[in-house]
């Protein structure tokens, strides 16, 4: 392995994901140390109003973080608004497209089956107490929103947001899930001076990773404990995406082993298994 492959697989964190227009594929197995997950992003506006591409071999989701659009998939067009969600299956060909402008975060894996497309409105989300649900104590209180989850049909991916209360840690108490599922974080919604402190261990003695975050970075963490924490005065939110090792059947959110010591309480995910 050259020096510079390797340095690219070491490198946990992938900053300013948001600041280019179109359709751009940021985080992949090729250039992390990701098996399967990849994380891109779609910006788009009156200047750049439309993408389009195929999916190939990944599964696709797709979570509106603001604006609106049309997604045509399978010739199929379904209008996206903030924080409605879209599984697209494998093999499909892909055209979005706005009037307005639209930010849109995309996780992706590569699946040997195709799923069905799939619409997820948020306003169904917010009535499900599974899939969004208020957790933590007095300084871990954040919400939790499954988008792409258990209610939707799919090979590897899971996909959702977390947002915290100012100044509170989010991801506690420390878990991990690496037997089944590699995860990534982007942080959104975050505008200056605010940012968070995200912690990535297998040691806590020697973490593989902690810095600084602002909105637009992205944070992988192919193994390892990942609590974050926010500024006081300012949340920490992120999009967190998922993919399963194994197809279908490690695809399960809220399987998780505590940090021991920090797991009296349970893992705070226990309203997302009900």
């Known amino acids: 392995m050259s020096t510079q492959v390797k340095e690219q697989k070491d490198q946990l964190i992938f ?61 199929q067009p379904n209008t996206l608004g903030q924080y409605d969600s879209i599984y697209i299956p494998r093999d499909t060909n892909v055209e979005i497209r706005t009037d307005t402008a639209v930010d849109l975060v995309e996780c992706a894996a590569g699946v040997e089956n195709r799923y069905p497309l799939q619409v997820v409105r948020y306003a169904d ?25 258990k209610n939707v049909e799919a090979g590897r991916i899971l996909a959702g947001f977390t947002t915290s209360e100012p100044g509170h840690w989010t991801s506690w108490p420390p878990h991990e899930h690496a037997a089944i599922l590699e995860e990534l974080y982007v942080y959104y919604d975050m505008p200056a001076p605010a940012f968070g402190v995200q912690f990535v261990y297998t040691n806590p003695d020697e973490p593989e990773f902690v810095g600084i975050v602002r909105d637009g970075d992205a944070v992988i963490m192919p ?46 995910l226990e309203a997302s298994r009900k």
């Open 223 to 268: 193994k390892g404990f990942h609590p974050n924490v926010s500024v006081p005065g300012h949340p920490i939110n992120f999009v967190w995406m998922m993919a399963a090792h194994r197809e279908v059947e490690d695809r399960q959110f809220g399987v998780v082993n505590v940090q021991p010591g920090f797991d009296q309480a349970g893992s705070g």
């Open 125 to 149: 989300v917010e009535k499900d107490a599974s899939l969004k649900f208020k957790t933590g104590g007095p300084s871990t209180t954040r919400t939790v929103n499954i988008t792409l989850g």
């Open 15 to 75: 900053r300013h994901t948001n600041k280019q227009k179109g359709r751009h594929t940021l985080v992949t197995p090729a250039n992390s140390a990701m098996k399967h997950l990849v994380y891109g992003r779609v910006i788009l506006d009156q200047e750049v109003p439309a993408v389009t591409f195929s999916t190939g071999t990944l599964e696709s989701g797709l979570i509106c973080l603001a604006g609106e659009c049309t997604i045509t998939a399978d010739g």
